[in-house]
């Protein structure tokens, strides 16, 4: 794992794992970082790293091959996807793993849709695009509630850190790549800018403020990285 200091441009590593199949996320943009690492033995290792000195800490050994989707503010909840491929599933079930009990609830079952999934940091809302809609619906149940259609980009929809937008990255009437953002409550779509990183659509990490965000687009011969400051436009008087 390299850590970038997008001041100085200076990298240093923090952690090396034996494993290919790594991931890992920031909690609240703080000085951990949780990683899940998949094992020879089917099995997923949780643990943290401290930004600061390195020192890992591990903090579960979980059954099954899954990868680490989010993790909430204070990094007592986490949530996983169980792997596809291994599951015989076009879509794996999403968990939620709660570090003060150890135990483990499934939010979303396995499906044959071709659907993309993701959680709010604070668990509390579940995102999904489907057959060019977004929806979204109480992480607890209940049913999905539309609030964008016409998606054409076959990318998970992302929550804002306020808890109050969704983003989505699509192709508008003109034809150009664009990202947009919806209130959950509902409404119009307002958009927030072309695609980043030469209109290739990619995953978006956010500031705990949400002013900033860091847009990787992973192409085939190439990896592209922007940094989006005053991502949020102001409050329109």
């Avoid at 790594?22 to 401290?50: A, D, N, Q, R």
């Avoid at 079930?93 to 659907?115: H, I, K, N, V, Y």
């Amino acid at each position: 794992m390299i850590l970038r200091d997008l001041s100085t441009g200076q990298e240093r590593e923090i952690y090396r794992s034996s494993y290919g199949s790594t991931v890992c996320l920031f909690s609240g943009g703080g000085p951990t970082i949780f990683c899940g690492i998949e094992k020879e033995k089917g099995e997923t290792e949780l643990i943290s790293v401290s930004v600061d000195s390195g020192a890992v800490e591990r903090i579960a050994t979980l059954p099954g091959s899954r990868f680490l989707l989010a993790t909430s503010r204070d990094g007592q909840t986490f949530f996983f996807s169980g792997n596809a491929w291994l599951l015989g599933a076009n879509e794996p079930p999403l968990f939620r793993w709660d570090r003060a009990t150890g135990q483990e609830t499934t939010m979303e079952p396995a499906s044959q849709d071709q659907r993309l999934i993701s959680v709010s940091a604070d668990g509390q809302w579940i995102a999904r695009l489907l057959d060019g809609t977004v929806s979204i619906r109480p992480s607890a149940g209940g049913d999905w509630k539309p609030l964008a259609s016409g998606v054409t980009i076959k990318l998970p929809p992302v929550f804002l850190p306020d808890g109050r937008w969704l983003l989505y990255q699509t192709v508008d009437s003109t034809g150009r790549g664009g990202v947009f953002r919806v209130p959950l409550t509902g409404g119009n779509s307002e958009r927030l800018g072309d695609l980043p990183n030469n209109g290739s659509p990619g995953t978006f990490v956010f500031s705990p403020d949400g002013r900033k965000v860091i847009a990787v687009a992973e192409k085939p011969a190439d990896y592209g990285l922007s940094l989006l400051e005053n991502f949020v436009p102001p409050i329109k008087k």
